[in-house]
């Protein structure tokens, strides 16, 4: 029954427009989507919802926090170098990692990936697949809650260690970098990531890929914004019925414009200077 209701879900998203699928498409504003029957039943939902419906509702600023607690958070590198880093969240996802990956390789760029603890647990090979090409891992908790709905350091604590745990025993350390889901935090959730020897990666540059417009659309949104320094964020993993093949598309288009205008892509760590292993 569920998978039933999926199906017609999908299909009444096709026929309202949200999705275009031709699977002969060779411009890159034309993009797939991944049939819903092909998701695997033990793939790990996002606790706090869409980003389509959460992203609305920013709690406190970013760069207010950044203001407060300069030595925790972060949003962008130094300005004195065209080096700029490439953030990946919510994965990994089994429908768009690898091809992400496949991206990443292809150009010879190195990213870092926040990841959910639920999703490192259910696919290991992925995030083992990360390090093994380079990239560096950062925790994204285990089940992607809305942090200040939740309004408990408690539940914080819990998410957080969980994954750490996993990764630790996926990538052979404890990594000292968190990205907060939807970047949703406020001062005593801030306090208590610092007290657990975390660095919050924030970002200077949002693709909005998770609005799934074409390809072009994400590509520009970036391209026009970088700046020596910035780092970006974008998604390798979704909802149930999210698409990331207009991130992988943009990627292809991304990467090589800014090549061309001089910047080099770096981790985070390398980015600013700072560990990722606690």
């Given at each position: 029954?569920?998978?039933?209701?999926?199906?017609?879900?999908?299909i009444?998203?096709?026929?309202?427009?949200?999705?275009t699928?031709?699977?002969?498409?060779?411009?890159?504003?034309e993009?797939e989507?991944?049939?819903?029957?092909?998701?695997?039943?033990?793939?790990?939902?996002?606790?706090?919802?869409?980003?389509?419906t959460?992203?609305?509702?920013?709690?406190?600023?970013?760069?207010?926090?950044?203001q407060?607690y300069p030595e925790?958070?972060?949003?962008?590198?130094?300005?004195?170098?065209?080096?700029?880093?490439?953030?990946?969240?919510?994965?990994?996802d089994?429908?768009?990692?690898?091809q992400?990956?496949?991206?990443?390789?292809?150009?010879?760029?190195?990213?870092?990936?926040f990841?959910m603890?639920?999703?490192?647990?259910?696919?290991?090979?992925?995030?083992?697949?990360m390090?093994n090409?380079?990239?560096?891992v950062?925790?994204?908790?285990?089940?992607?809650?809305n942090?200040?709905?939740?309004?408990?350091?408690?539940?914080?604590?819990?998410?957080?260690?969980?994954?750490?745990?996993?990764?630790?025993?996926?990538?052979g350390?404890?990594?000292?970098?968190?990205?907060?889901?939807?970047?949703?935090?406020?001062?005593e959730l801030?306090?208590?990531?610092?007290?657990m020897?975390?660095?919050?990666?924030?970002w200077?540059?949002?693709?909005?890929?998770?609005?799934?417009e074409?390809?072009t659309?994400?590509?520009?949104?970036v391209t026009?914004?970088?700046?020596?320094?910035?780092i970006?964020?974008?998604?390798?993993?979704?909802?149930?019925?999210?698409?990331r093949t207009?991130?992988?598309?943009?990627?292809?288009?991304?990467?090589?414009?800014?090549?061309?205008?001089?910047y080099?892509?770096?981790?985070?760590?390398?980015?600013?200077?700072?560990?990722?292993?606690?």
């Amino acid at each position: 029954m569920i998978k039933k209701f999926a199906f017609l879900a999908f299909i009444g998203l096709c026929l309202n427009g949200f999705f275009t699928i031709d699977a002969n498409a060779t411009n890159v504003d034309e993009f797939e989507s991944i049939p819903v029957q092909q998701i695997p039943e033990d793939f790990p939902q996002l606790e706090g919802g869409p980003e389509t419906t959460e992203r609305v509702r920013y709690p406190v600023s970013n760069i207010v926090l950044q203001q407060r607690y300069p030595e925790t958070i972060v949003l962008s590198g130094p300005s004195t170098e065209k080096r700029v880093a490439l953030t990946f969240d919510d994965g990994p996802d089994p429908r768009f990692t690898g091809q992400v990956l496949d991206v990443l390789n292809q150009y010879n760029v190195d990213a870092t990936f926040f990841v959910m603890g639920a999703r490192a647990e259910t696919y290991p090979d992925l995030v083992k697949r990360m390090i093994n090409e380079e990239h560096i891992v950062g925790n994204h908790t285990y089940w992607h809650p809305n942090l200040v709905d939740q309004a408990s350091v408690a539940a914080l604590e819990r998410e957080v260690n969980q994954t750490e745990e996993i990764l630790e025993n996926l990538i052979g350390y404890r990594t000292k970098l968190f990205r907060a889901p939807y970047g949703f935090l406020y001062n005593e959730l801030v306090e208590k990531l610092r007290d657990m020897n975390y660095t919050v990666v924030g970002w200077s540059v949002d693709s909005l890929d998770w609005q799934e417009e074409p390809p072009t659309v994400i590509a520009n949104t970036v391209t026009s914004q970088v700046q020596p320094g910035s780092i970006i964020l974008m998604h390798d993993g979704g909802e149930w019925d999210a698409n990331r093949t207009p991130t992988i598309q943009a990627l292809q288009q991304i990467i090589p414009t800014l090549k061309e205008q001089g910047y080099e892509f770096v981790t985070v760590p390398e980015l600013l200077d700072i560990p990722y292993k606690k």
